[in-house]
């Protein structure tokens, strides 16, 4: 299980959800974690207690990633801090859901800046400190896949992503560093039990499960961990020759 013994990774937006998870699943395979928060110190200092009485290595940064040079310091005091940087999971992401005439020149910034520019200097930050071997795992959605009514921008925010994955892996691919993109379905957290009913069109006569039943192969959505269980595969060696790619984690959305 223990395949990550040595390594260093950085969490985005580990406090709640699926980054949660997947700093757990890092650490249980053997990784020193740094748990990234914007605003919720309580519970990603309570998950740093929980990875350390696991015997695990782990501490709390705050950073929001929509600002640019706070990613930096995040980057440098993890670095610092848990010595060096082998894996970056940039997971931090937000929800939006809106009809063209009402979005704003202000809600796309706000999408962008933490979903989309929030990733790419993500990325640009934590390159710094990583050498051959190095692992990047970007977020993506379903959204950038499937159409949902009202969800063009975050949806947009998200397929942008996956073009940094292909692009960004010819660069850093001369370094021997991985980057991939991991696209989500519906996953039991926060943000889905905010966004769930605005997935189902208004004219649509299904309530939340119905839906679920019917529009995904296995009829249910996932947990946090089996999204993380993912991700653990593709910072470990053995995802040493995917790059570039955006692997769907969505029990088979329709
Ligand atoms: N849940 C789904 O169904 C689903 C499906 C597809 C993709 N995704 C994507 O998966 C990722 C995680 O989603 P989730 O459902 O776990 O979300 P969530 O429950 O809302 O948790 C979001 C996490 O991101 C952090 N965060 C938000 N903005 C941040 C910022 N500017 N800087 C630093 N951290 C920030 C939050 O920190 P605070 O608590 O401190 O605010 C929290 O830890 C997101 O990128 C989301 O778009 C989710």
């Known amino acids: 299980m223990e395949r990550l013994t040595g390594k260093v990774a950085v969490v985005t937006g580990a406090s709640r959800g699926i980054g949660r998870a997947v700093a757990i699943r890092l650490a249980a395979e053997g990784a020193a974690v740094a748990v990234n928060y914007r605003a919720d110190r309580g519970s990603a200092e309570s998950l740093v207690t929980e990875l350390s009485g696991r015997g695990a290595r782990a501490m709390a940064f ?34 939006h859901f809106g009809p063209l005439e009402d979005i704003t020149p202000a809600d796309f910034d706000r999408v962008f800046a933490t979903n989309t520019r929030g990733q790419l200097f993500a990325v640009q930050h934590a390159a710094r400190h990583l050498g ?10 379903i ?13 947009a925010s998200k397929a942008a992503v996956e073009a940094m994955a292909l692009n960004l892996a010819a ?9 991939n993109a991991i696209a989500p379905g ?26 679920v039943k019917v529009m995904s192969a296995l009829g249910r959505f996932a947990e946090p961990d089996e999204i993380a269980a993912t991700v653990a595969f593709l910072v470990s060696d053995d995802a040493d020759y995917i790059t570039g790619r955006t692997i769907p984690i969505d029990g088979g959305w329709f």
């Not at 440098?76 to 940039?90: H, K, N, P």
């Not at 051959?132 to 959605?141: A, E, K, N, Q, Y």
């Not at 660069?171 to 980057?179: F, V």
């Not at 996953?187 to 189902?200: L, R, V, W």
């Open 62 to 95: 705050q950073a929001d990633v929509s600002e640019p040079d706070q990613i930096g310091q995040l980057m440098d005091s993890a670095a610092q801090a848990l010595g060096g940087l082998d894996i970056l999971v940039s997971n931090a992401g937000i929800e």
């Open 186 to 211: 519906g996953t039991n957290t926060d943000m889905s039990a905010k966004a769930t009913p605005h997935y189902i069109h208004p004219d649509l006569p299904l309530d939340r499960d119905t839906a």
């Open 132 to 141: 051959p071997g190095g692992r990047i795992v970007l977020t993506s959605s």
């Open 171 to 179: 660069e850093l691919g001369q370094r021997q560093i991985t980057i």
């Open 143 to 155: 959204s950038a896949h499937k159409s949902v009514f009202h969800h063009t921008l975050y949806a």
